[in-house]
């Protein structure tokens, strides 16, 4: 199993920033993405951005520009730098980390573990 912690959620006004961690433990050898999801009230949970262990990231049309995820493995920790934050950003922001294989043409998660969450609430 792989326990995640996440920290660094909090209030924060329109414009500003606010770094959240995620420090990953237990049987970690298998995985090969981390990443942030993000859920508000009354609407789906949406992928932030990710990070696979060979450096790659990805990150949601809305959040570029504007927010960063990095990955310390030494530490087994990653971060999210979220700059220039809006009110539509309030959400409940979710560590995941994930062993995902390809297989007939598709990714799949063989493995899939969250923290969680940190609330990050942006006033106007």
């Known amino acids: 199993q792989v326990q995640l912690v996440e920290s660094g959620g909090g209030l924060v006004q329109a414009g500003g920033s606010l770094t959240l961690s995620c420090v990953a433990s237990?049987?970690?050898?298998?995985?090969?993405?981390m990443g942030w999801y993000r859920q508000a009230p009354g609407k789906q949970r949406e992928l932030v951005a990710s990070?696979?262990?060979?450096?790659?990231?990805n990150y949601a049309d809305s959040m570029k520009g504007r927010f960063t995820i990095s990955r310390d493995n030494a530490k087994n920790t990653v971060y999210l730098q979220m700059n220039s934050l809006k009110p539509e950003d309030t959400a409940v922001y979710c560590c995941?980390?994930?062993?995902?294989?390809?297989?007939?043409?598709?990714?799949?998660?063989?493995?899939?573990?969250w923290g969680k969450g940190t609330l990050v609430t942006v006033s106007s």
């Open positions: 995941n980390a994930a062993g995902i294989r390809y297989y007939d043409g598709s990714y799949y998660p063989f493995m899939s573990f």
């Open positions: 237990g049987s970690i050898s298998s995985i090969n993405v």
């Open positions: 990070a696979t262990s060979g450096g790659s990231t």
